[in-house]
């Protein structure tokens, strides 16, 4: 079945820090990737959703130069962390949907990256 | 805009027993319904989906049925054992209101006791 990777699965690292977060279709196109993001015992929360070939659409809320969206090619989106701070630490996931997505298919998630800032 | 309310947890049960999850929901559109699992530490994986009122969704031993009348989606299971022991979600895609990202509920935990 189709799949999502995501990577890394974890990253610790000092405040200030840019992290890179990438996000793979591996083995279907993805027009549209969604970034979600999880507290501790919380539900996801929608940041942004990417879109093949053209910029990011926010979610009211979330700062777009804090958080950099590239979708840059039919596989491959990633979310940049830029000058990360402890409040940035989360869980923050991906997901993607195929060429049948507007049939209403469900996404396919990637297996998140734990983000820890020092 | 669109919503989902799950009841909320921890459930703990004992093995073996019956398993039900509340899931309520509001749309502007027709949507479609999906349970979501979540294990310690990993991303989501789908449970089971429908997509019309009234269908039957399962997969793995769970059932939901889509229930236009009164805007649920409830996950049940009739024997349940440790190894279901996750974080369940409940969520729903709305295309007919040009939003393509899912809503999610906020989750239910699940604790089954051998």
């Known amino acids: 079945g189709a799949v999502v990777s995501q990577h890394p699965s974890r990253v610790i690292c000092k405040s200030g820090t840019s992290v890179k977060i990438e996000c793979r279709s591996l083995d279907f196109q993805a027009t549209t990737m969604f970034w979600y993001r999880q507290f501790p015992k919380q539900s996801l929360m929608l940041m942004a959703t990417?879109?093949?070939?053209?910029?990011?659409?926010?979610e009211q809320g979330v700062e777009k130069d804090k958080f950099l969206i590239n979708h840059a090619s039919l596989t491959l989106s990633t979310l940049t962390v830029t000058s990360a701070h402890p409040e940035d630490s989360s869980f923050y996931i991906c997901?993607?949907?195929?060429?049948?997505?507007?049939?209403?298919?469900?996404?396919?998630f990637g297996d998140g990256t734990r983000l820890s800032i020092l | 805009g669109d919503s989902v309310t799950q009841m909320e947890g921890p459930v703990t049960l004992s093995e073996e027993a019956f398993l039900t999850i509340n899931c309520t929901y509001t749309?502007?559109?027709?949507?479609?319904l999906f349970w979501y699992v979540q294990y310690p530490g990993e991303g989501l994986q789908l449970l089971l989906k429908a997509t019309k009122a009234d269908d039957k969704g399962s997969n793995k031993g769970f059932e939901a049925t889509y229930r236009k009348e009164t805007t649920s989606f409830h996950l049940e299971k009739g024997s349940v054992q440790v190894s279901d022991s996750a974080v369940y979600f409940c969520?729903?895609?709305?295309?007919?209101?040009?939003?393509?990202?899912?809503?999610f509920g906020s989750g239910t935990r699940l604790q089954v006791q051998p």
């Open positions: 969520a729903l895609s709305d295309l007919d209101t040009g939003r393509r990202a899912l809503t």
């Open positions: 749309a502007t559109g027709y949507p479609s």
């Open positions: 997901s993607a949907g195929d060429s049948s997505f507007y049939s209403n298919q469900p996404q396919h």
């Open positions: 990417s879109n093949e070939g053209s910029k990011a659409t926010y």
